[in-house]
């Protein structure tokens, strides 16, 4: 399972070194909304960055894919929680942003789950049955409960609202993904491309992504990355772990010892990305943008 788990880590770091470069075209880029979606979409795609950003990302959806198919899914998701610290890392050096203490606590915090999720492997993780009819469910309520931010107008003007929302589409097309890998290994391999194409899972999976890609580029225009990533990152992991109980029926190690670290190594990891959103100090910067007036001037 550690060999997965790496995967998992690699991805985890694919996707934010996407995600980073696809923040720097922010300022550069319109905004999807309304009438103009489609247009600021091909404008997006358009982008040499932001598009070799989205190459990225895909790169490291396979890894994911990957590492879903032997893990469980809620220890996948805890091992993404390391992309949201380089993520916050790379904010601070590359494009310029400021870190407050509170927030390199909230990344301190989620190295020091990782390690905890590290040492409690030997104790096992066991999944159960999957429900599909819950995993329906769960995702009808959970995308109703995250277009409630959408309705506060704050959270619209700050990118709040659109961060929260990607964070839960990212979410639900994680266990997705597991759900449609639950469908191939009951399979024939010689069946697989007729399998891809008449399996529902495949394209809510497609769907809930790029829904999550859209709505992050979209709150990158209002929110600084730092903010912006790990509200839409912490959600985006919290989404699985919850799901991995109550649809995949994932359960916690049998001893004692590796039980206590698995469930500190959940909280500690969603309090860390809580921790790292709840600031909202300065303004969104354009440090790309700046960079490039002052190589005009000079």
Known sequence: MILYLSF?????????????????RSAHLPMAAGADTIGAIITWIRDPMWIGGLGVQ??????????????????????GQGGIAL????????????????????????VLGMLMLTLSLNGG???????????????????LAAL????????????????ILSGVAFGLGALFTKAMTFEFAGG?????????????????MIAANIAGIVLLQNSFHSARAIIAMPLSGALSNIVPIL?????FGERLPAGATPAVMRVGAFALTIAAGALLAGSREHAPVDPVMTGALSRAKT
């Open 8 to 24: 998992a880590i690699v991805a985890s770091l694919l996707m934010s070194l996407g995600l980073l470069m696809m923040k720097s």
């Open 58 to 79: 895909t790169a490291g959806w396979a890894f994911y894919l990957i590492a879903v198919t032997r893990a469980p899914v809620s220890m996948v998701a805890v091992m």
């Open 87 to 110: 993520f916050v890392t790379a904010s601070v050096v590359i494009l310029g942003e400021r870190a407050s203490p509170r927030e390199w606590v909230g990344i301190g915090a989620i």
């Open 125 to 143: 993780a066991i999944e159960g049955k999957f429900e599909p009819a819950t995993l329906l469910t769960f995702s009808a309520l959970l995308s």
């Open 148 to 163: 409630v931010p959408m309705t506060v107008a704050r959270m619209n003007a700050s990118g709040a609202a659109a961060a």
């Open 188 to 204: 024939h391999a010689a069946l697989i491309a007729l399998q891809i194409a008449a399996n529902p899972y495949v394209y809510c």
């Open 243 to 247: 799901g991995g109980m109550i649809v």
